[in-house]
């Protein structure tokens, strides 16, 4: 049976942290870049809290010089996931019954 491919939040977020200091590039120039006015979504990729939007991802990817596939680590600790995937659960019946009550 094949186990569907999950994302590694904190290992990406190192990823992130660890491609942005080979390029030499500080969190200040990052925000520069992606025009944002608080550094707060960079430090949340790099810590593992968030994900870059899939059109940041790619801009990232371009700066970098890199593919996505080369910033994005799959989990593989798979039994592990239970959690995640009840939180992730939970989140989506929140997102659904607040779209019903609009």
């Keep these: 049976m094949n186990i569907f ?6 290992a990406t ?10 390029k030499g590039l500080s ?15 960079i430090y949340k990729w790099q810590w593992g809290q ?9 801009a990232l ?6 593919s996505i596939d080369e910033i994005l ?4 600790h798979h039994q ?4 995640f995937r009840v939180k992730c659960i939970g989140r989506y019946v929140k997102f659904l019954v607040k ?3 609009s």
Excluded: H, M, W
């Design 27 to 41: 969190v200040k120039e990052l925000q520069a870049y992606f025009g944002f006015e608080c550094p707060q979504a």
């Design 50 to 58: 968030s994900l870059p939007s899939v059109d940041n991802l790619f």
């Design 61 to 66: 990817s371009k700066l970098f010089n890199t």
């Design 5 to 10: 491919p999950v994302i590694d939040l904190e």
């Design 13 to 22: 977020g190192a990823n992130i942290l660890r491609l942005r200091k080979q």
């Design 73 to 76: 680590v799959e989990y593989t």
């Design 80 to 83: 592990d996931l239970l959690p």
């Design 99 to 101: 779209r019903e009550r």
